[in-house]
């Protein structure tokens, strides 16, 4: 009979989490005040951060030929994604979003 | 443990938004005033901004054989597209309208 | 940073609407009375037109091999359409509609 | 400026509708009298006519490899077809309904 | 201009019925007294017949790559199929069931 | 005229139910007292068996470039399945579950 | 006539779950207290656990050019995985989830 599984002894030390096929692990940005024109405005409560940067990506979606197709976004890149999409996942601390890559609607270059 | 991530320390300067995929990103036309013969008509309020204008353009969807289809709009065409499509995105003061292709009804010549 | 645009500085002279994919565009027919044998009928104000003039085609769609399907109807044609499918477009002081190739029923050759 | 489209100016003399794509024109039968061993029974008031003359075929889908599949019934064929199926048209004072060729249960060969 | 098209005067005589594509044309089982060890109970009036004789078949659907498959029943067969699957038909005073074939569960061989 | 069919008429003997396509015919199991660690648990009247016996196996399902795909399990086998997946189907006097192949959630080995 | 089919005379000694096509059998992680910076936390009753270590892959999934792609996750991997996502699978006293491929979210490596 298999014993009963204890994460935490298996995650420890520096460990990094690695998305499966088209999928994006975003670190959100976080909210803050907003200038323009040098006027600080106060954010606005009802919009939820968008932006992000990319702290890993997936090996890519399978074709139905077989071939893999490369993400078209890299580690580091800063991104704007769709509000409500993604799953929200909690590691060593830190609050990451995890994304299909069609979500991510464009890259900040 | 990786640090807060500061969204404003990574964009400032001239930056440009590249939209991923078969997606578009379009400034929406103001509404002004429509004149028929001369005849200054007030706008509907009711209607809103269907025209826009291209200001990025991704690289294409990617076929199931694993060809790119490179869009049929280029930056700086106008364009109208449908009314509720697409994600308001705001960025460095300006609202821009993050479509896909699909969305995009017609381009006006 | 980006100035406001303003759509009417952009189209003036004569422009034409080219739709994207495997859109057509159409003119509707204005409601008429219909005769029967001579007899002049009031026109159904419950039917609303569903037969319009093509003025624009797109390139047609693309396959999932890459090819694209050339629109089996083309400027001129006199075509019959699903009652509420298309989106209204008013361009130059005309309404015109914007329809998927897939939503037109028939061709009045 | 286009002029405003008159419908009647164009379709006069004898026209024919052309389905497209995978579309087949039938005239639904009249209901009738239906007969059970030479003894006459009313019709069902609350079952519609299922029945019809194929008046028009289209010339077919288009496959995703390109090539298009020809339909299989033809012009006189009589058909069973799907009932809430179709479109209904009117055409010089006749009612047809333009169906998709998948809403054909079955030919009466 | 098409004159009333009249039902009974095109089929007559010994028609059959052909069902399209990948559709099958069943006679359901009649409703009988099921016997378990000799013992005869009653039919349990809340489940419909789901056994029927297969009377004709459709040549088959047609793959993407514009093959047919021929269906896997044939005249004759014993088959079971989905409650609630179909479309019934009304024949020359028979009630016919016509499925898709993948409505059919199985072959009673 | 075709005459009423009576399906016991056609049925009788040994007659085997032949599942079609990717379709699996299995014989749950009965719902027992489960032990742990010798002592008897009365079954959670909530929970349904999920566990069959594979009594028959169709030809498996036809890919879109016509080839067909074996089924993964064979007769014999003992699978576990979805919990409400699945027609009942009842066959001279015994209960069984046809399910699509794809229901079937893993073999016991 | 076939006999009742009776589980525990099956499966017996150590046997093994074998998943089908795409699916993975994990066994989720026990719920822990959670620290950050020494400071014991009581886990969050509304979060369910989402990490999990996989105990079996299946084969995986058949494309439709028939070729089979191997699961991108192998035993012993820990994973993150979907809330809600999943079959609740009992065996032999452990309770295991059984997941589609494609409801991992990331490994962590």
Do not use: C, W
Not at 20 to 38: H, K, M, N, S, Y
């Amino acid at each position: 009979m298999l014993k009963a599984f204890n994460f935490n002894e298996i995650i420890g030390g520096i460990n990094v989490l690695k998305p499966l096929g088209d999928r994006v692990i975003l670190q959100a940005a976080e909210e803050e005040e907003q200038t323009v024109g040098g006027i600080v405005l106060a954010s606005n409560a009802q919009e939820k951060p968008t932006t992000g940067k990319v702290i890993s990506v997936g090996e890519g979606r399978v074709l139905d030929n077989g071939t893999k197709v490369a993400p078209s976004v890299k580690e580091g890149d800063t991104v704007m994604f769709d509000k409500y999409a993604g799953t929200a996942v909690s590691y060593e601390g830190n609050d990451y979003l995890v994304l299909h890559e069609k979500d991510i609607v464009a890259v900040v270059d």
